[in-house]
């Protein structure tokens, strides 16, 4: 899973990958900081089955902390995208091919609307407009792509399979394809779409095969009412609203042991002596994460994940009477997959051998015994068996 962050231009793209990765991502308040594409791992955030199971896990990969388990994530923050990007414009094709095989989308704008579409200092920009321009020039870029090999297409009878080919890097299924033609009355068939149906078959395509979040930055200097006005204006919009500023100040000063803080919470505690600038800020912040239900940055990265991604959380273990594998971890691994995944394709992700060799299952919970085909559900704690070894 990768998980793409956009936006124009200095909406506070890099503050908010810095935020979840702990990176150091440059950042300005200027247009184009991020040249190059940064790459990272962010945590989606779950309480841990631990405490049902009445044992203390160990993970190998993030951390549990007081109960909260916390999952990587892949995520990738690109330069910003401008009008006319499709064509070349600012980082135009490179940011486009960047984001092309990410899973969905976190779009960042301007809550407060002092930034307009190129990225420079404004006032009274609406934030709405600038998810509809991004919208429009990654489908546009999408479109183009068919468009260039239209001829090829229209020879092929299957063209759902040769749309997948064509758009490889775009980790697509034929299933997105049939439904995105649907959606948009076009048949696969031999494709002779003109341009007004290219775009419109791409534009579906997006919305099922990228969704998007759209994380309405700088909530602490907006207006009162900006964030439910957003809302209302992209009602088919997973709408949250946050300060990647804010969050990342209490990252870093939790990372140096000034206080302590779980990302995602409403509160922090101060467990060092400051000085009454830094009092006061800290004031700020914990009066914001108090009145907003923490910063935003944690809860956009756990919807995309859970809510929007539909991914579940499964815990692999090989002896089921102590949750343990075959080091003695309590827990180790936490993976994410999607709903509906079987316990086959679980042991898959593991190892292909394992899978290869799978005989069956064991629901460690309830003590059953599960076949190779049994659909995993959130929290399940799974023994593979199997005859490999």
Request: proline content about 3%.
């Given at each position: 899973m990768l998980i793409g962050i956009i936006g124009a231009?200095?909406?506070?793209?890099?503050?908010?990958?810095?935020?979840?990765?702990m990176a150091n991502a440059e950042i300005a308040d200027y247009p184009f900081t991020t040249i190059k594409p940064n790459f990272g791992v962010a945590y989606a955030t779950r309480e841990c089955v631990e405490k049902e199971l009445g044992v203390k896990c160990k993970p190998r990969?993030?951390?549990?902390?007081?109960?909260?388990?916390?999952?990587?994530?892949?995520?990738?923050?690109?330069?910003?995208l401008v009008p006319d990007a499709h064509l070349g414009r600012g980082m135009g094709n490179q940011f486009l091919s960047d984001l092309a095989s990410a899973s969905a989308f976190i779009q960042v704008v301007d809550?407060?609307?002092?930034?307009?579409?190129?990225?420079?200092?404004?006032?009274?920009?609406?934030?709405?407009?600038?998810?509809?321009?991004?919208?429009?020039?990654?489908a546009l870029w999408l479109a183009g792509i068919i468009s260039?090999?239209?001829?090829a297409l229209s020879k092929r009878a299957d063209g759902n399979a040769a749309l997948v080919e064509l758009l490889s890097g775009f980790n697509l299924t034929e299933e997105q394809v049939n439904r995105a033609a649907e959606?948009?009355?076009?048949?696969?068939?031999?494709?002779?779409?003109?341009?007004?149906?290219?775009?419109?078959?791409?534009?579906?395509?997006?919305?099922?095969s990228k969704p998007t979040v759209v994380a309405a930055n700088k909530l602490d200097a907006s207006g009162a009412g900006a964030l439910e006005s957003l809302k209302k204006k992209l009602a088919g919009y997973t709408v949250i609203g946050c300060s990647g500023?804010?969050?990342?100040?209490?990252?870093?000063?939790?990372?140096?042991?000034?206080?302590?803080?779980?990302?995602?919470?409403n509160g922090f505690v101060v467990k060092k002596d400051v000085g009454e600038d830094q009092k006061r800020a800290l004031d700020y912040m914990a009066d914001?994460?108090?009145?907003?239900?923490?910063?935003?940055?944690q809860s956009i990265i756990n919807s995309v994940?859970?809510?929007?991604?539909?991914?579940?959380?499964?815990?692999?273990?090989?002896?089921?009477?102590?949750?343990?594998?075959?080091?003695?971890?309590?827990?180790?691994?936490?993976l994410l997959v999607r709903k509906g995944t079987s316990a086959m394709e679980m042991a898959g992700l593991i190892h292909t051998e394992l899978a290869k060799n799978m005989l069956y299952a064991i629901d460690v919970k309830k003590k059953l015994r599960i076949a190779k085909d049994h659909k995993l559900e959130d929290n399940d704690v799974i023994k593979i068996v199997s005859a490999a070894k």
């Amino acid at each position: 899973m990768l998980i793409g962050i956009i936006g124009a231009p200095n909406k506070g793209k890099s503050t908010i990958f810095s935020a979840l990765t702990m990176a150091n991502a440059e950042i300005a308040d200027y247009p184009f900081t991020t040249i190059k594409p940064n790459f990272g791992v962010a945590y989606a955030t779950r309480e841990c089955v631990e405490k049902e199971l009445g044992v203390k896990c160990k993970p190998r990969n993030g951390l549990c902390i007081n109960g909260t388990r916390e999952i990587p994530v892949n995520i990738t923050d690109v330069a910003g995208l401008v009008p006319d990007a499709h064509l070349g414009r600012g980082m135009g094709n490179q940011f486009l091919s960047d984001l092309a095989s990410a899973s969905a989308f976190i779009q960042v704008v301007d809550l407060s609307g002092r930034t307009d579409i190129h990225g420079n200092p404004s006032e009274g920009c609406d934030p709405a407009e600038e998810v509809a321009a991004i919208r429009k020039e990654v489908a546009l870029w999408l479109a183009g792509i068919i468009s260039k090999h239209r001829s090829a297409l229209s020879k092929r009878a299957d063209g759902n399979a040769a749309l997948v080919e064509l758009l490889s890097g775009f980790n697509l299924t034929e299933e997105q394809v049939n439904r995105a033609a649907e959606k948009s009355s076009l048949s696969t068939s031999q494709i002779t779409w003109d341009e007004e149906e290219t775009y419109k078959f791409s534009d579906s395509l997006l919305a099922i095969s990228k969704p998007t979040v759209v994380a309405a930055n700088k909530l602490d200097a907006s207006g009162a009412g900006a964030l439910e006005s957003l809302k209302k204006k992209l009602a088919g919009y997973t709408v949250i609203g946050c300060s990647g500023a804010i969050e990342l100040a209490l990252r870093k000063a939790a990372a140096v042991g000034v206080i302590d803080y779980v990302p995602g919470a409403n509160g922090f505690v101060v467990k060092k002596d400051v000085g009454e600038d830094q009092k006061r800020a800290l004031d700020y912040m914990a009066d914001f994460i108090s009145r907003n239900n923490g910063t935003g940055v944690q809860s956009i990265i756990n919807s995309v994940v859970f809510e929007v991604l539909g991914e579940i959380v499964v815990y692999p273990v090989e002896d089921e009477s102590k949750y343990t594998d075959h080091f003695g971890s309590v827990l180790p691994d936490a993976l994410l997959v999607r709903k509906g995944t079987s316990a086959m394709e679980m042991a898959g992700l593991i190892h292909t051998e394992l899978a290869k060799n799978m005989l069956y299952a064991i629901d460690v919970k309830k003590k059953l015994r599960i076949a190779k085909d049994h659909k995993l559900e959130d929290n399940d704690v799974i023994k593979i068996v199997s005859a490999a070894k």
